[in-house]
């Protein structure tokens, strides 16, 4: 049983990328998702998260309008789209997947604790 991120990389500032987070030993689909991300000497930030059905998403302010979700059913992966990307977006990003929304009002969990599967990250660096 694996969940792991994946997509990271170097892009410049206005970019685009996409990452994956693919499941392997249970169904993605059965499962509410969050993504986090922790940049180097800061506390690790929610970024978003969706619950199972794909109807209630939940964005950080500093995303929103730029990054969006989708999913592929059959690979049983799910995609964070990052559009517009500033330095700021720099970090390390991860995949986190557990039956019930982790989320408290408009904030998602970042507490790896909380997920019943926590993926192993993939760095992002916006830069020119």
């Known amino acids: 049983v694996q969940l792991q991120a994946s997509g990271g990389g170097l892009v410049q500032p206005g970019g685009s990328l996409r990452l994956s987070c693919a499941a392997s030993g249970f169904r993605l689909n059965d499962y509410a998702i969050g993504w986090s991300r922790q940049a180097p000497g800061k506390e690790r930030e929610g970024v978003l998260c969706i619950n199972s059905e794909h109807v209630t998403t939940i964005y950080a302010d500093s995303v929103k309008g730029r990054f969006t979700i989708s999913r592929d059913k059959a690979k049983n992966t799910l995609y964070l789209q990052m559009n517009s990307l500033k330095p700021e977006d720099t970090a390390v990003y991860y995949c986190?997947?557990?039956?019930?929304?982790?989320?408290?009002?408009?904030?998602?969990?970042?507490?790896?604790?909380?997920?019943?599967?926590w993926g192993m990250g993939t760095q992002v660096t916006v830069s020119s």
């Open positions: 986190a997947a557990d039956v019930a929304l982790k989320s408290y009002g408009t904030r998602c969990s970042v507490d790896e604790y909380e997920y019943t599967y």
